[in-house]
Structure formats: structure tokens, C-alpha cells
């Protein structure tokens, strides 16, 4: 396998203000991104996972980073290290998902088990990346990787994974 390509967040915007007297612009322009290569050191992956699902209201889509997950070409994807995490909620959701690392068994995504970014409204994102020695995964003891959607209607979510093997 041999993964390439980019992670990236661009932010541009401008504001322009204007008066009879005067115009005033400010702009911000910023990119923050990661070239990957195909490897596994530092800066490197060589395993991928990709899935949308809709979640029940109420109901935890639980990921096994570690277990049993496949890819779109039918093989195993079972990580060592997560380097990236980019989720995505619906366009068309009503209710908010949480992304967390469960107290019990989770991956080390956030600093203590069972913390959490809640309220990913429809259309809203979230990328983590951890480019370097990427983020442990442990079979059976840190491995999981949690996302709750709120109650009241079911919700869908997109998940990208990145990382070694």
C-alpha cells in the first residue's frame, strides 16, 4: 500500500467596510496542511479508513481502531497510531453529534478518558492532526473512538482516518 496526498484546512476571509469618507479591508488568509508520504515514520502513513453512517437518535456509533473496521476494498484496517481524524457532520442533521474518547478502552484522541467536542451541528467539521508519532493505539485497552449523536432525530456523520498499521 502506499498512501500519498494531503490534509489540509484553508482559512480565507475578508471584510471590507466602507463609508463616504473611507474603505477599510482586512484580510486573513492562512493554510495549514500535511503532505503525506507513504511510509511509517514521522509526516508518513500507509493505512487509511473512510465510512458515512447514520446514527440513531440517542445511539453512540462506536469506531474499533483497533478491531473491526474495513476498508472499500474489503481488507482489515486495524491501526497502531491514528495520525489524522477529520469527522463531518450531515448538512441535513437536526441534531448535534459528540465526538469523545470513551472512559473505558478509549483512544488517547482527547487528554482523559471521557472527554469530548460536543455539538457538531449539521455541516460542521472537525481535523485532528498528529503528524508526528501519531496518536497509540492499544487492542482491547485504548482503542475506541466514540460519536454520540444527540436524541431526536437520526444523524449522519463522515469519518476519515489516517494512520500507521
Do not use: C, H
Amino acid at each position: 500500500m502506499s498512501i500519498t496526498g494531503r490534509v489540509a484546512v484553508t482559512v480565507d476571509l475578508e471584510d471590507i467596510r466602507s463609508s463616504d469618507a473611507a474603505s477599510l479591508r482586512e484580510k486573513i488568509s492562512a493554510a495549514f496542511g500535511w503532505d503525506v508520504l507513504a511510509g511509517t515514520g514521522a509526516g508518513q502513513a500507509n493505512l487509511m479508513w473512510q465510512d458515512t453512517s447514520t446514527i440513531g437518535t440517542g445511539e453512540t456509533w462506536s469506531l474499533d481502531l483497533a478491531g473491526t473496521m474495513v476498508n472499500s476494498l474489503g481488507g482489515p484496517v486495524v491501526f497502531s497510531k491514528i495520525k489524522a481524524i477529520a469527522v463531518k457532520a450531515g448538512d441535513g442533521n437536526t441534531t448535534a453529534l459528540t465526538i469523545s474518547r470513551p472512559a473505558a478502552n478509549g483512544a488517547a484522541v482527547f487528554a482523559a478518558g471521557g472527554d469530548a467536542l460536543q455539538d457538531l451541528d449539521a455541516g460542521d467539521a472537525f481535523l485532528l492532526t498528529k503528524k508526528g508519532a501519531g496518536i497509540t493505539v492499544t487492542a482491547g485497552s485504548a482503542d475506541l473512538l466514540y460519536i454520540t449523536n444527540a436524541a431526536g432525530a437520526s444523524a449522519e456523520a463522515s469519518v476519515i482516518l489516517l494512520g500507521l498499521s
